[in-house]
């Protein structure tokens, strides 16, 4: 069975720093392209950021570039998400996603896993 869990989520102040973890079983997860997702209140899901398998890919929205830090630790079966300089805007539920991986790096699309989500929240 496979499973995403996400933690790390809580409350920050605008200007601080949170890392979330993704911990993933059931499947191969060296051979997975790993993403995180955010949906807030109201509002579509959207992308966060994306990693390919081989951890030597990664692509981010535009909203997070050069605040947000995506990783992977294939040993611990674990993604990671630094999020630094968090803007109320940033309040949302957080899901990590992962499909298997391809030659050619897709990061916004065709996830099969998801996690519960962890909720993140922002206060000004």
């Known amino acids: 069975q496979v499973q995403l869990v996400e933690s790390g989520g809580g409350l920050v102040q605008a200007g601080g720093s949170l890392r979330l973890s993704c911990a993933a079983s059931?499947?191969?997860?060296?051979?997975?392209?790993m993403g995180w997702f955010r949906q807030a209140p109201g509002k579509e899901r959207e992308f966060v950021a994306a990693?390919?398998?081989?951890?030597?890919?990664?692509f981010y929205a535009d909203s997070v570039k050069g605040r947000f830090t995506i990783s992977r630790d294939n040993a611990k079966n674990t993604v990671y998400l630094q999020m630094n300089s968090l803007k109320p805007e940033d309040t949302a539920v957080y899901y990590c996603a992962g499909k298997s991986g391809t030659v050619v790096f897709i990061p916004r699309r065709g996830y099969d896993y998801w996690g519960q989500g962890t909720q993140v929240t922002v206060s000004s």
């Open positions: 990693v390919k398998w081989s951890g030597g890919g990664t």
């Open positions: 059931g499947l191969t997860f060296s051979s997975y392209d």
